[in-house]
């Protein structure tokens, strides 16, 4: 059954504004829906799993703002405690001690950190996280991985170039070449590739990078004893072990990708979650690696806004939920059956896709392959899929990121009813791909 197209009428005429504003008519690239059918549609209100367009048209939310609303919307105590904020001041420049409440919740519950240090974005988390690496072992080369994603920074913005062990090309004009000479890009789950970097670079590796659970393009799931892997050769070679968290952190509970591999990093960045909804950022490691950092050692980092009394006031409060006992085994049961029954259906139609889903987070391979854990290993072709699927979403009043590259998380807010409806939509969406 063919749905009907959603009227897109009014965000139509906004993005034709909004075009005139902003480059492609958007403050982040992916917001575009270059990817799929369509124009953005512009969000007027959420509450709870649920999001309403500027057109009316009302959806179950699987974006949730790219994974910070992992209670949904509109949830009262976010609300309650922002409000209660907003009438003390907006910012400061000065500490508060909202900013040692929420330090405290984070590092009561994560054995992984010791210190932390809050920013704004997840971007500025990883890029100081780098600056710190760097000033520690006084050495300048950094890995990534193809198929991590990092935020925005200059060292970041930059992809593999052919061969096992390449210096990386920028991967946005704009990066001088002389910083990608610095980043160093090879395959994920390639210990070979590793071997070779550190053979290669005897003493230049500051750091290692990886995404807790690489989960930026399509979700990566590694091995642990690849992850362990990782982590002696670090160690062995005076390297630090970054985990960019930014994604994974309060997302596999409080201490992340971490307690999931129980491995310990150097380094770990967070941000999404930890703002409960607003901007913010944080790094942490031990407190001999975090006494680097400016005004007790050298490496230099600061923030205007940092810390900002309301956005703490956010983060509060989402985690205070989060630290409640069982919320994250439910959430994962809840994503399970979800996730299981999209299987069977999958198994009954014998289509060629599989669902890969690792705490509340979930992605749609369209794929025949059992195990995907290198971004080689993802078809650009198979995205034209996604793209059918994403359209009868759409129009059956389920929103999921624009992108087949991009997973899906499940909130605390979704509900059965929501959830039931959405496996119909999805069922139904499916038969139309593949049809
Ligand atoms: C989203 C994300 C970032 C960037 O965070 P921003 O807040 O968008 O700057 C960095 N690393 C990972 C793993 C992310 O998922």
Not at 51 to 61: K, T
Not at 210 to 237: C, H, M, S, V, W
Not at 269 to 297: F, L, Q
Request: with cysteine; hydrophobic share 40%; net charge negative.
């Amino acid at each position: 059954m063919k749905a009907q197209d959603i009227s897109r009428e009014k965000s139509t005429e906004l993005f034709e504004k909004a075009k005139n504003y902003f480059p492609g008519g958007v403050n982040s690239p992916v917001r575009a829906f270059k990817s799929v059918y369509g124009t953005p549609l512009f969000i007027e209100r959420g509450d709870k799993a649920h999001i309403w367009d500027a057109d009316g048209n009302e959806f179950v939310d699987f974006c949730c703002s790219w994974g910070p609303l992992i209670l949904g919307h509109n949830t009262p105590e976010i609300r309650e405690a922002v409000q209660s904020q907003l009438g003390k001041g907006l910012s400061f420049g000065a500490p508060t001690a909202l900013e040692n409440q929420l330090a405290d919740l984070i590092i009561k519950n994560n054995s992984f950190i010791e210190k932390i240090r809050f920013v704004s974005s997840g971007t500025e988390a990883v890029m100081s996280a780098i600056r710190l690496a760097r000033g520690y072992t006084k050495r300048d080369k950094i890995v990534k991985f193809e198929g991590c994603y990092h935020g925005h920074s200059d060292s970041l913005l930059v992809k593999a170039g052919s061969g096992l062990v390449t210096f990386g090309e920028t991967s946005s004009s704009g990066v001088p070449k002389s910083f990608a000479d610095e980043t160093i890009v090879i395959a994920l789950n390639d210990r070979q590739a590793l071997e070779k970097v550190f053979n290669d670079f005897k003493n230049q590796i500051a750091a290692v990078i990886i995404e807790g659970i690489p989960a930026n393009n399509g979700l990566l799931i590694q091995d642990k004893e690849y992850i362990q892997f990782l982590r002696d050769i670090t160690n062995k070679n005076g390297s630090l072990l970054i985990f960019d968290e930014v994604i994974t952190g309060f997302r596999l509970g409080f201490e992340g990708a971490a307690k999931y591999y129980d491995i310990q990093p150097d380094i770990l960045t967070y941000g999404k979650i930890i703002g409960g909804g607003m901007p913010v950022g944080a790094y942490g490691a031990s407190n001999e690696v975090m006494s680097n950092i400016s005004p007790d050692g050298n490496v230099y980092q600061a923030g205007t806004l940092s810390g900002n009394p309301v956005a703490m006031a956010a983060g509060i409060a989402a985690l205070s939920i989060l630290s409640k006992p069982n919320f994250y085994t439910n959430l994962e049961k809840t994503t399970q059956n979800f996730v299981n029954e999209l299987r069977q259906f999958i198994a009954e139609n014998n289509l060629e896709l599989q669902i890969f889903t690792i705490g509340s987070i979930f992605w749609f391979a369209f794929t025949s392959e059992k195990k995907v854990q290198r971004a080689d290993q993802i078809d650009p072709a198979s995205m034209e899929k996604y793209k059918i699927m994403h359209r009868e979403l759409l129009n059956r009043g389920i929103y999921f990121g624009p992108s087949g590259y991009e997973v899906g998380f499940i909130s605390a807010a979704h509900t059965s009813e929501d959830l039931e409806k959405a496996l119909n939509a999805i069922k139904e969406s499916l038969l139309i791909t593949f049809g």
